[in-house]
């Protein structure tokens, strides 16, 4: 009988499922979809089409897909390809594991037609895979305490853990997920909200907290390394600190080149039609230079990649919908970057 693998069965967001179906006739026609259900139960769905070789076999690592959510050789396309449904909404659970049901279907079909005519009895085979963002062991504790709304992750055991301040941009509120995958790599993480949260203070489209609300009491205040994701003029979009302790003016921008003394990496996406990132990486790299200081300043570039650059193999619908970017050059971008941040974190925080 056909069968269908995918391994590891259970990882976390950033690692690689290898898919690949075997027992199947030589040279035919197959589909390979990917369907999941949103924490408010709403159905996702990506799909490919592949030709079996001469074995009967087909690999996703290895072996390009003729058409469907993307072509060419994507290993991950079925998981950052994952589109709302037909009826569905652009939402999905960012704390809550990804249940992933892998399909294998004859011929080279629409698996939303193919599957809600048939059920389930259109699969030659089918896998189911589990990814999350907390590895097991990590802790998640919420603040709200002195004005501070935000979320710590730990990682597991006893410490003590290189820090990080995770910021996200203009458009507020409160993000968790990046997070927990940085403490699911060793780094205790605090998911800060400064604007556009319920439990801060004023209306929720105005940033009403100040220098002081960035400050943790009885830390050192130098800044060991940052990293910026599509600034917004100079705005940073997040922090890495051994020492959590942020110094910046009350329009949230960084008050000057003079001030930077650690390790800064820059990236860029292209194709980015939300600000002018790599304008604004222009402006900072030769402000770096100025002042002696260009050997702090790390670019990382990508062509066709949009604003918001997310952990890899994450749906990017909205980044390319709203934000620029083609999907798979995005889709590449983000890993890429992801590995690259983990290494300048690692080079600078773990010292």
């Not at 199947?24 to 026609?29: E, F, R």
């Not at 259900?37 to 592949?50: A, N, P, R, V």
């Not at 930077?260 to 402006?283: F, H, K, R, T």
Request: some cysteine.
């Amino acid at each position: 009988a056909p069968l269908l693998t995918a391994s590891p069965a259970r990882a976390l967001m950033d690692e690689q499922i290898s898919i690949s179906g075997r027992f199947l006739p030589p040279h035919q026609p197959v589909t390979v979809c990917a369907r999941m259900h949103s924490e408010d139960g709403d159905l996702w769905e990506s799909f490919s089409h592949y030709n079996t070789n001469a074995n009967g076999c087909v690999n996703l690592s290895t072996d390009p897909s003729v058409g469907g959510s993307y072509v060419g050789c994507e290993p991950m396309g079925l998981f950052w390809g994952l589109q709302p449904a037909p009826g569905g909404r652009d939402g999905v659970s960012t704390e809550a594991p990804y249940v992933v049901h892998i399909s294998l279907l004859e011929d080279h079909v629409s698996p939303s037609e193919t599957l809600k005519d048939n059920g389930q009895s259109g699969e030659l085979a089918a896998s189911t895979v589990e990814r999350f963002y907390m590895a097991p062991g990590v802790k998640r504790v919420e603040i709200r305490q002195n004005g501070v709304v935000g979320t710590l992750f730990l990682p597991p055991g006893p410490g003590p853990f290189p820090a990080m301040l995770d910021l996200w941009g203009m458009g507020g509120g409160l993000y968790e997920y990046r997070s927990a995958l940085f403490a699911s790599r060793g780094f205790a993480s605090l998911s800060l909200a400064f604007l556009g949260h319920k439990d801060l203070p004023g209306p929720l489209n105005r940033i009403n907290v100040g220098d002081k609300y960035f400050k943790v009491k009885g830390m050192q205040s130098e800044l060991d390394a940052a990293i910026c994701i599509s600034f917004h003029s100079m705005t940073m979009s997040h922090f890495c600190v051994k020492h959590i302790h942020i110094l910046i003016d009350h329009q949230f921008y960084i008050s000057g080149t003079d001030n930077i003394s650690c390790p800064l990496m820059y990236i860029v996406g292209e194709d980015d039609v939300n600000c002018s990132s790599d304008q604004n990486a222009n402006q900072i790299e030769e402000a770096l230079s100025a002042v002696g200081k260009a050997q702090l300043f790390t670019r990382l570039s990508y062509p066709g990649a949009g604003h918001l650059i997310e952990p890899p193999y994450s749906p990017n619908v909205r980044t390319s919908l709203w934000w620029g970017g083609h999907p798979a050059l995005h889709a590449a971008a983000q890993e890429d970057a992801w590995k690259k941040m983990l290494d300048f974190m690692d080079t600078n925080l773990r010292g």
